[in-house]
């Protein structure tokens, strides 16, 4: 399959790719670009009579616009997703696509499915490609699972003999044999991913694209769908994975990729990579400042307005903290609405990306006598502070997760990987011993020794 934005087709590119796709390479891409429109209306399929008709109107709407003087530049306003992307994946590479929200990711599957076009550049696919990029792509909610199998099997280019062949297979990995002659629209979105991700990964393709989707899923199942993509590896197919857990990425890809603001910033090894991508934070000497609420994170309800990492005897942020002191997260925040009820949460990730641990001062899980946990805010900005104990934390890099939500769990803000943190042992704790602690984490805990017999 080759996939190319229009402008970019010539004769002697397209004999150019036939001589190249001979090698072992199962998707190259050249200098891929992809543009959106914000603000203004978005195209959509015209039929051949509406197209007609712009076009015979098209140049009286330009004089009228002209007379008139009408201009809008929130519909001039443009956002490239990607922007000159290129690289190439070989046959039976496992490699990681990792990145914040908005880096692209998602945009550059959607390309190489076909499901959009680019707006410069081009894509090379070289084999049978299986896509997962969203819960029940190409399911009908009316018709049962049984019948979406054959459906999304279908449209995913497998033959009706082939999906015989594999459907109690399906039908076990999926684990919802009870539930397959009832419409899709009843399912839950764990169930949809269920059958989505059998479905898609049944299909013994090449080339299998997989997105974000596998989080819905419980964490058994997550483990089953690592599982299968591995046995997918192993086979000698290609698979190009997008996830926000560095732990998946590093132990399931052999290689990664960082893309941030639509463009590649690096490509190498996985632990590489995910260092790079996690030091790299948007702290600048330990905090991240919104001052403007209509440009910050957040929705009509909450924005955030800072995080900041702060350690006693220290009287500005810093990103460099010492074991042996409290660590204090703090997150600033405005209300937006009146007596809504809000609560503050922080995810600590390790150099991996692997959670150590959640906390909240949410009033249902809060060990802490916090003075504004279940109680109505008035609109306005808030502070929330997170103290985490010295000598907890082990030396090392760590990354923090900010999110406003309101008292029914849900979030309002969840901004990843806001800013990162090193943690130095300065030996201040140490006497004898001067290796290096495992762990992520290193408390002091209390040990009590008995002698019981001569």
């Given at each position: 399959m080759q996939f190319v934005a229009k402008k970019k087709i010539s004769e002697n590119s397209c004999n150019?790719?036939?001589?190249?796709?001979?090698t072992d390479?199962?998707?190259?891409?050249?200098n891929l670009s992809k543009q959106y429109r914000i603000g203004g209306p978005q195209a959509?399929?015209?039929?051949?009579?509406?197209?007609?008709?712009?076009?015979?109107?098209?140049?009286?709407r330009r004089l009228s616009s002209v007379v008139r003087g009408q201009s809008s530049a929130a519909s001039n306003e443009t956002l490239w997703a990607l922007k000159d992307v290129s690289f190439e994946v070989k046959q039976g590479e496992v490699v990681g696509i990792i990145g914040r929200n908005g880096a692209g990711k998602t945009t550059l599957l959607k390309i190489l499915s076909r499901i959009t076009e680019p707006t410069e550049g081009y894509a090379e696919i070289h084999g049978r490609v299986g896509s997962l990029l969203e819960v029940g792509t190409g399911f009908h909610p009316e018709l049962t699972g049984r019948e979406n199998i054959y459906l999304n099997g279908a449209i995913l280019g497998m033959k009706r003999a082939e999906i015989d062949r594999k459907f109690?297979?399906?039908?076990?990995?999926?684990?919802?044999?009870?539930?397959?002659?009832?419409?899709?629209?009843?399912?839950?979105?764990?169930?949809?991913?269920?059958?989505?991700?059998?479905?898609?990964a049944h299909m013994e393709p090449e080339i299998l694209l997989v997105d974000e989707v596998l989080a819905v899923g419980d964490v058994e199942f997550q483990k089953k769908c690592l599982g299968k993509m591995e046995d997918v590896s192993r086979g000698g197919r290609t698979v190009l994975f997008v996830s926000h857990s560095m732990a998946s990425i590093a132990n399931l890809c052999r290689r990664a990729i960082l893309l941030d603001t639509g463009k590649m910033?690096?490509?190498?090894?996985?632990d590489e990579v995910i260092q790079h991508y996690i030091s790299t934070s948007r702290s600048v000497?330990?905090?991240?400042?919104?001052?403007?609420?209509?440009?910050?994170?957040?929705n009509d309800v909450?924005?955030?307005?800072?995080?900041?990492?702060l350690q006693d005897g220290i009287d500005s942020p810093t990103a460099d903290v010492d074991i042996s002191k409290d660590v204090i997260i703090q997150i600033a925040y405005w209300n937006l609405k009146e007596d809504a009820l809000l609560y503050s949460a922080v995810w600590l990730r390790d150099k991996m990306g692997t959670v150590v641990f959640?906390?909240?001062?949410?009033?249902?899980?809060?060990?802490?006598?916090?003075?504004?946990a279940g109680r109505p805010h008035p609109a306005g900005l808030f502070k929330s502070l997170c103290r985490i104990p010295g000598n907890l934390l082990n030396d090392g890099l760590y990354s923090v997760t900010a999110i406003v939500g309101n008292d029914r769990a849900e979030r309002q803000v969840f901004e990843d990987y806001v800013l990162s943190f090193h943690v130095h042992d300065t030996g201040g704790g140490r006497t004898e011993y001067m290796g290096i602690f495992l762990g992520t984490v290193r408390p002091q805990l209390a040990w009590h020794t008995e002698y019981l017999d001569g």
């Open positions: 150019s790719w036939q001589k190249r796709s001979m390479i199962a998707i190259r891409v050249e959509r399929y015209k039929t051949i009579r509406e197209s007609l008709t712009e076009a015979v109107q098209a140049p009286f109690d297979e399906m039908v076990a990995f999926a684990e919802i044999e009870k539930f397959m002659d009832t419409p899709v629209k009843y399912y839950s979105s764990g169930m949809y991913v269920r059958l989505a991700f059998s479905v898609a910033v690096k490509d190498g090894q996985p000497g330990g905090q991240v400042v919104w001052p403007d609420p209509t440009n910050a994170p957040g909450a924005r955030l307005h800072a995080v900041r990492i959640a906390s909240s001062n949410h009033r249902l899980i809060s060990l802490t006598d916090d003075p504004w």
